[in-house]
Nanobody, 120 residues
């Protein structure tokens, strides 16, 4: 189970920090990340990070967003700076994890989504 928090309304140029915590019978987490879906658009990657520390960012957020992960706590955060109106979207936390009951299987788990609104 993934629980996300931290969305809200901010003016252009402002900052927000999203947090997501994974809980349950977790054996390990291969990667965690954030995806976003703007109104009328498809869900797209914002940023991801692997257990080895490799990060990946959408071109549109590079230099403005920073993803960080606490593997001991199974949490991932997304620091969003210099926000733009086009960053307005529902942000979804995602984790590719392995359950203790069947660690050979990688499960893609999604959080409930948190709305980020950037006003101009």
């Amino acid at each position: 189970q993934l629980q996300a928090s931290g969305g809200g309304l901010v003016q252009a140029g402002g900052s927000l920090r999203l947090s997501c915590a994974a809980s349950g019978s977790i054996f390990s987490i291969d990667s965690m990340g954030w995806y976003r879906q703007a109104p009328g658009e498809q869900r797209e990657l914002a940023a991801t990070t692997t257990s080895g520390g490799t990060t990946n960012y959408a071109d549109s957020v590079k230099g403005r967003f920073t993803i960080s992960r606490d593997s001991a706590k199974n949490t991932v955060c997304l620091q969003m700076n210099s926000l733009k109106p086009e960053d307005t979207a529902v942000y979804y936390c995602n984790a590719h994890l392995r359950d203790r009951s069947f660690p050979q299987l990688v499960i893609s788990s999604w959080g409930q989504g948190t709305l980020v609104t950037v006003s101009s």
